[in-house]
């Protein structure tokens, strides 16, 4: 979503640290060009306002006290990080658990900014913790809500008190206390009721939202909106705020290709943190917000910090202990390990995805954009179709047992050569690595060997010449 964002901070920066010694002129020349950015991403004006003066009053009063031999450029780009992070809500909070269970957290919103769908994902982020979570249907007003809301909760295993079928039948107010008063009684420490939205903001919504509020009295009101809708996130916040109130806010559809100004205008302006983040249409897609964290990303400097947070949920901690168990005391890395590595990386989501939060992910935009997920599903295909000993030793894959696996994969025996060779070059690579080095680690890995730089090559020794006219005749053809 903040591709574009990105890239102009990215070239505003890049332009102030070719200029060495900055300037004051020069901190305002800065200024002005993500002032377009930020507007460009539909920010709120005020917030840009706002934002700009404090990193241009920052920067300026930063300047004397930065020596000549210093990084200046480094200074104000940190200045504008933190800066960042503030107007993103400062640190991240999370959900408030009532003193007496169930934590009971009311969900709001517009029709269409997927709340359904995000009390489901709600639901699981907490059930995944050990929590126990009960979803409440309370949209009666939309087709189908009740239904969906069943579906979902079906598919991650957790239950929903759902007395109404909906479909404009039904008291929305009484079902969310019974739904309440159902958990208590089962013992659920956690309340998630799904409420109703309409396509705009009336006077009709509000006073059931509200009633709603009233009659369940809920630990924490979360606004749900769609990061896509621009401008409108700011005014729609601004009449839930008065309307009925909110305490936090969660962004959907924050994987979608809009210009993003949503996420940074609505804490400012509301002084309500973004609790949660929605990045796909996957229940598992779902996560905290981190305001550091998405300055990082927005700045071009990544998101390792939640990079190694998926890794180590989709990396099993046995194998992962195994596997570096083996690698020091040098046995060779086998294709059964390789195997369970594609399979952790499949759990961890959309590859693209994840080398997006690389630093330096913008620079390869293209190439991320361009990255064939159904690699990793062919590869796997390919290794679970060669037999346990194949696996442990390769290199009794002859032609026959090639022709064998890719028949078995239904690939072709060239993307088993392809697999293999990959393969051999990555075990290389590890032994290298285990000798204390790492040469060749580009091409190790299966990519494209770095150029070598431009320069005069060493001169090539002469061969001596035979003095037989055949054999001389001979070593020139070859």
């Known amino acids: 979503m903040f591709d574009s964002l990105a890239s102009r901070f990215s070239g505003a920066f890049s332009s102030l640290r070719s200029r060495g010694k900055i300037s004051n002129a020069d901190i305002d020349a800065t200024c002005l060009e993500i002032r ?22 920052k920067s300026v009063a930063a300047l004397p006290t930065l020596q000549s031999g210093t990084n200046q450029a ?21 959900v408030r658990f009532a003193k007496n269970p169930p934590t009971v957290i009311m969900l709001a919103g517009l029709q ?9 994902k709600l639901a699981k982020f907490y059930a995944d913790q050990g929590n126990t979570p009960l979803l409440v249907a309370s949209d009666l ?122 996420a940074l205008s609505i804490a400012s302006i509301t002084k309500r943190p ?70 952790a990386m499949s759990k961890m989501g959309s590859m693209s995805k994840l080398l997006g939060m690389l630093p330096g992910a913008g620079q390869m935009k293209k190439q ?3 990255f064939d997920e159904g690699e990793i599903i062919r590869t796997k295909a390919i290794v679970q179709s060669m037999t346990p000993l194949e696996r442990r030793d390769p290199k009794i894959l002859n ?8 028949l078995g994969a239904g690939r072709k025996t060239s993307d088993v050569n392809n697999v293999v060779d990959r393969f051999s070059a990555a075990q290389k690579m590890m032994k290298q690595v285990r000798n204390g080095g790492m040469p060749g680690a580009m091409s190790g890995m299966g990519l494209p060997a770095m150029p070598k730089a431009p320069g005069k090559s060493a001169p090539a020794k002469k061969k001596s010449k035979s003095g037989n006219p055949a054999k001389r005749a001979l070593e020139e053809s070859q």
């Open 368 to 370: 991320i954009e361009n």
């Open 399 to 406: 032609g026959s047992r090639r022709a064998r696996i890719a």
């Open 141 to 262: 007003q939309r087709p189908n809500a009740v239904t969906q809301l069943q579906v979902v909760g079906e598919s991650i295993g957790v239950p929903v008190f759902a007395p109404e079928l909906g479909n404009g039948v039904g008291d929305p107010v009484k079902v969310a206390k019974a739904g309440v008063e159902f958990a208590k009684s089962k013992l659920y420490n956690m309340v998630i009721v799904d409420t109703a939205g309409r396509l705009g903001i009336d006077q009709e919504l509000m006073k059931q939202a509200s009633d709603i509020r009233d009659a369940v009295n809920p630990d924490e009101i979360l606004f749900v909106v769609d990061a896509m809708i621009g401008q409108d996130a700011v005014r729609t916040s601004q009449a839930f705020l008065e309307g009925v109130g909110f305490d936090g806010v969660v962004l959907t559809k924050l994987d979608g290709d809009a210009r993003g100004g949503a």
């Open 74 to 94: 480094q200074a104000i780009f940190e200045i504008v990080n933190s800066c960042l992070i503030e107007i993103l809500g400062g640190e991240a909070r999370r």
């Open 112 to 120: 269409g900014a997927g709340k359904t769908t995000l009390a489901g």
């Open 36 to 57: 377009q950015a930020l507007l460009e991403s539909d920010v709120a004006l005020s917030v840009v306002e706002s934002f700009i003066e404090q990193v241009r009053e």
């Open 274 to 343: 973004i609790m949660f983040a929605s990045t796909g249409e996957k229940l598992g897609d779902f996560d905290i917000f981190y305001p550091d964290r998405m300055a990082s990303r927005i700045l071009g400097m990544g998101d390792v910090a939640t990079l190694a947070e998926q890794a180590k949920k989709a990396f099993d901690g046995d194998t992962s202990a195994k596997l570096e168990a083996k690698f020091a005391s040098g046995e060779d890395f086998t294709l059964e390990d390789f195997l369970e590595q594609l399979q």
